[in-house]
């Protein structure tokens, strides 16, 4: 089984919720919606950062928590992980910041 890219970070706050450290790390992907009405569609991202649990990026689609979707690392030989939305918020520009949780490799 593959390995996803590895990732060093220190916790930004006290007060951060999230239950893994996270890092900035910017990785080239491929991102496909599997499910709901973008289904089918492909997305080229370069990550921003990156946890155990998860990875967030920006995109210029907007995806609805809970989305399914499969991540097509560059990182060498074929590296896949399912993902789940679990953030989608505008910032600007006409971008979303988008966090998905990592659900299983393939």
Do not use: W
């Amino acid at each position: 089984m593959a390995r996803l890219p590895t990732v060093s970070a220190s916790r930004s706050s006290l007060s951060d919720r999230r239950n893994t450290l996270r890092g900035p790390v910017q990785t080239k992907a491929r991102l496909t919606v599997l499910d709901g009405l973008a289904a089918g569609s492909t997305h080229d991202i370069l990550t921003r950062d990156m946890s155990l649990a998860g990875i967030a990026f920006l995109l210029r689609e907007n995806l609805a928590v809970g989305q399914q979707c499969r991540l097509d690392f560059d990182t060498g030989p074929t590296r896949q992980a399912q993902v789940e939305v679990i953030r989608s918020r505008p910032i600007s520009n006409g971008r979303y910041e988008v966090a998905v949780q990592f659900r299983k490799q393939i």
